[in-house]
């Protein structure tokens, strides 16, 4: 069954997800990228919202494979706009939202596959003239003009954003993970392709693409006036050893040489 | 009096060869001398003071260096600071052919690793031509508190330091380098690519910009060919590709791209800011949010309390976690023992934790514990057995009954919170 969200109510918020062909980690196969699916997920969620799915790329069977799982979490119908294997995918993916333009545009941060600099997303809202932001977490609460959103930091932090509508907002590993993705919808579901033209990146094709090679190790270089320092770092132990040690103190001296440690690392701010 | 010390390998040599007849006066003349331990007496018989021989060494014990290094070249060798590294070279760039651009993250006000290696990738390009050296000027938003710019290769540094550039601002902070790329027009822009910060500033520097950065940059090269002189090497297609490209004006690089500037001394004076538009932000910044500690990864927390086996009191040890804060940790004993879920267990069979701040209550530090640990900052720990192996990696131990010293925190936390709560009602 179609999600909710997908028929198009009067009044209901018009999001557009920005898909595109992923590639497994490990055995190289096409897939829904990670973290477009979450982005779709996080559209999903959303109350009273038309959800439509945008992808701009080539139409051969891996590709569709791919982009049928999408299709997979609820959804009828994708908009495939067709591209050659060398084009730049970001005017016609301009001109299609300057057509239909969405309140809010959700997207991975990165393709899996491609030359995946995670730029797409910033050069869409500069020629679009929307903000943009970063990290989703989570979609608080929507209001006709702004939108109120989780942003994920590093060690699990979250920040609270209010964003003008409309809005680009990219999503990476902090989202909730996708929902699975069912055979049957897979397979009902329309690819309705629409033509644009194809503009080759002209960049792309002047650089070499290899298969990454593995980064060499940083040795750790002693640099040092005499050989007996040279010597005494390298029959180093590793740890340290130059901690304070309390002996003999009561439990309230104890307690208190550990809160200034953690008031000096700044770990105790958020008490209250 | 200059740092430099001059040597004189000849009187070196004689103050080490003890049979040269101008041994005596040359030890007086380098200083050694001071209480000679040999000297011909009245008879012209040779006297000799034992104890005046040697030196004491850095554990109270007297030791006899025979092999020259401390007659000869003194107490402190030549370029020693003191403390092992040699001396750096001061270097001045005073009209630079060109400006290198560094936005360094400054997590916490200081400079990361990444930071410092990208400072490094900076050097590399600054000073690629001897003949027109280029100044690196790094741009840092806010307050830093990093004192060690110079010694991180920085020439020139421009503090933009406004309250609308505070906190998630990235459209102001835009703007204000917008106005730094008219105004000082640098040949390169360097930023980490990392998740927030440097990652996402640098992509929104090139799409205003115009330019197609090099994302995920992990490596450059020589090359005249191209238009600035490089040929980068960058990560792509999340890890699975290496492209090798000219090097664009912008570029993102990775962490240990180069290596950080570890022998000059760089002078890092400060450069006044322009005038900073008035930019419109669409994006506004609420503030941070609480979070459940319980609810953050072990792997990601940033302060965890570890419990192990010498926790009697279970119900004293969970309230002091909530009452501090912190992200609940276990050893495996507490988890086989079934006190703990095996989610919370730290150490080489469970998480590898990154915590900032580690506290291990009756934890006595079994090696594949430490090895969880491993990449914290700072370790505290709380035990009875003062010669266990958990004191030896803390950073501050405390000796004593776990349950009265967490009770005593709890204590102690809460007055300081009660103490801060009445602060903010007087303001």
Known sequence: MPHETTKNAAGALDVAVLVSVGRHPVTGRTRRADQDARAVEAALTLNKAHVRLIHAGRHETDSETALRGYLGMGFEGLTLIEQTRDADVLPALTSTLREAPPRLLLCGTRAETGEGSGLLPYLLAESLGWPIVTGLAEIERIEPEHVTLLQALPRGQRRRLRVRLPAVITVDEAAPAPRQSAFGPARRGRLVVSEQVSRPDAALAGWTLEPARPRPKRLKVVKAASARDRFKAAAAKAEGGGGQVLTDATPEQGAEAIVKLLQDEGVLRRLL | ?427
């Not at chain 2, 070196?12 to 060869?17: C, H, L």
């Open chain 2, 1 to 427: 009096m200059s740092e430099i010390v001059r040597r004189d390998p000849r009187k070196e040599w004689i103050a080490r060869n003890r049979l040269h007849p101008e041994h005596l006066d040359v030890l007086a003349e380098l200083g050694e001398g001071a209480a000679p331990s040999e000297w011909p007496g009245p008879n012209g018989r040779i006297r000799r003071d034992p104890h005046a021989v040697g030196f004491t060494g850095p554990n109270g014990i007297k030791r006899i260096d025979r092999s020259g290094v401390q007659q000869g070249a003194g107490r402190s060798s030549a370029g020693d600071r003191g403390d092992g590294q040699p001396a750096r070279q001061r270097v001045e760039i005073e009209s630079p052919a060109f400006l290198v651009a560094v936005v360094p993250d400054l997590a916490g006000g200081r400079l990361s690793s990444h930071d410092r290696d990208l400072l490094g990738l900076a050097r590399r390009l600054a000073d690629a031509d001897p003949q027109a050296p280029g100044a690196v000027v790094a741009i840092v938003f806010g307050e830093a508190r990093e004192s060690g710019f110079a010694e991180a290769g920085v020439d020139r540094l421009v503090t933009l330091d406004e309250p609308r550039l505070a906190g998630y601002a990235p459209e102001a902070r835009i703007a204000a380098l917008s106005a730094i790329e008219e105004s000082l027009s640098p040949r390169h822009w360097l930023l980490p690519d990392s998740a927030l910060g440097g990652g996402e500033l640098g992509r929104r520097l090139a799409a205003r910009l115009g330019e197609r950065p090099a994302a995920g940059l992990w490596q450059i090269e020589p090359d005249a060919g191209s238009a600035l002189g490089w040929h980068a090497t960058c990560r792509g297609a999340a890890g699975s590709l290496d492209i090798r490209r000219d090097l664009p004006r912008v570029a993102l690089a990775l962490a240990e791209c180069a290596e950080p500037v570890s022998e000059t001394v760089h002078a890092a004076r400060p450069l006044a800011p322009p005038a900073l538009p008035e930019a419109f932000s669409r994006v506004e910044d609420l503030g941070a949010v609480a979070v459940d500690p319980a609810s953050v990864a072990l792997g990601e927390a940033e302060f965890i309390l570890a419990a192990g086996n010498g926790i009697r009191d279970w119900e004293g040890y969970h309230r002091a976690a909530t009452a501090l804060g912190a992200t609940e940790g276990a050893s495996r004993v507490a988890v086989d023992d079934g006190f703990m879920p095996r989610d919370r267990q730290v150490g080489a069979t469970g998480t590898w934790v990154t915590a900032r701040v580690y506290v291990a209550v009756g934890i006595s530090g079994a090696i594949q514990h430490l090895q969880g640990i491993q990449r914290c900052d700072k370790v505290v720990a709380v035990n009875v057995d003062p010669g266990c192996d958990m004191i030896k990696r803390a950073d501050l131990a405390v000796i004593g009954d776990s349950a009265a010293i967490l009770e005593a925190l709890v204590t102690r936390v809460e007055q300081a919170r009660q103490e801060d709560g009445g602060k903010r009602d007087a303001a």
